[in-house]
């Protein structure tokens, strides 16, 4: 489990403070689709470098799995990043010369395994498109190899960065639908920052940021079904 106590994050701006993230506390947990939901400027990047550990509270406690990731050491904040973490972007950051199954592969260390990403692959239903390259595959495609290449890293958390701000609203959905099986069916918590509303019902949990502060979490038992 994942746990953010009074975490609060101040840039310096010349002689101005810029307050991102204000004293937020949250839980989020494994086997979970946790969507942190905000305007923009609500400190939605903010929180997710912080858990990804590309960035540093100010102050606060970051938990995972019990290990207090704010006092991490920078080398072992990047066997954290590194070992625990996994990332997927708004415009996927596919290697254009390698085709859906390499990205794969490579970006695992799985060269010498491909079965593994071919399974990878046959998760999110895209096995049939293993020797396309990315400008072969739409943008719900690519999304679909990219969530791919996270998980076959096997990560304890996947952050994601507005995975559907490209897409419309049907393959939006599908990603979402994707995103929601892999939580529940691995043991992996799967966090996403979105501004969309309509995506967010789809969620377990939802976390709302406004102005650096959580103004409310809502917990969906049920989540809202997907087409
Ligand atoms: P969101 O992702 O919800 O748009 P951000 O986390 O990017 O919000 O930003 C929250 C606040 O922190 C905003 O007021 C933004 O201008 C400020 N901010 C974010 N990053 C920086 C930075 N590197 N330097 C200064 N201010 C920043
Ligand atoms: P190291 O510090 O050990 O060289 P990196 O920080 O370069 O490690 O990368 C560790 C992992 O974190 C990689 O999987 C990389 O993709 C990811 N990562 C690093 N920085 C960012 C970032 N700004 N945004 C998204 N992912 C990142």
Known sequence: MLIFKNISKTYQIGSQEVKALENVNFEIHKGEFTVILGPSGSGKSTALNILGGMDRASS????????????????????????????????YNLIPSLTALENIGIAAELTDNLAIAENCLEQVGLLHRRKNFPNQMSGGEM????????????????????????????????IMEILRFSAENSEVAVVMVTHNEEFAKLAHRIIRLHDGKVSSIEENKTPAELS
Do not use: H, M
């Open 60 to 91: 606060g406690e970051f938990l995972f799995d019990n290990e207090v990731i704010t006092q991490l050491t920078d080398e072992k904040l990047s066997e954290y990043r590194r070992d625990i973490v996994g990332f997927v972007f708004q415009f």
């Open 143 to 174: 999304q679909r190899v990219s969530i791919a290449r996270a998980l076959a890293k096997k990560p304890k958390l996947l952050l994601c960065d507005e995975p559907t701000g490209a897409l419309d609203s049907a393959t939006g959905l599908k």
